[in-house]
């Protein structure tokens, strides 16, 4: 495993559409009208509807960007991310998601021991713009 470190782990390519940002927020319940008011979002500084932050960490949890390498662990629990976001993500937009193994170390547990796999994933879009960047650690125990 420990040579997978560095290398590229595939990437996934999903297209943002309108309604899965209105979804989202409908979801969560959040009512920002950036995400949900065409009209109001147009007179801001975006210049029209955007996705919200918290859509990249729904697409995470469906598994649609990060599976952890196979371990023979059975129990898989999320360690924790960070996001760093640089352009706003707009309805049409097609992201590609490319993940990398950063990290891999052992900690003893309660249940025995736990495999802490780091990643990175890069989320650029059409155009090629870097505009999202996150490290996820996923533990296996």
Known sequence: ???????????????????????????????????????????TRYKGTIAS????????????AL???ETGLTRLLDGGGDYEFLKPVRPGDVLTARNTL???????????????QV??????NQKGELVVKNTSTMICY
């Open 1 to 43: 495993m420990r040579k997978a470190i560095g290398k590229d782990l595939g990437s996934v390519t999903i297209e943002i559409e309108k309604g899965m940002i209105q979804k989202l927020a409908e979801a969560i319940e959040d009512p920002n009208p950036l995400w949900t008011d065409p009209a109001f979002a147009a007179k």
């Open 53 to 64: 932050p918290a859509l990249f960490t729904a697409i995470m949890m469906r598994g649609g």
């Open 67 to 69: 599976r952890p390498l």
């Open 102 to 116: 950063k990290d891999l170390f052992e900690r003893p547990g309660k249940a025995g021991p736990m495999l802490f």
């Open 119 to 124: 990643f990175e994933t890069t989320w650029t």
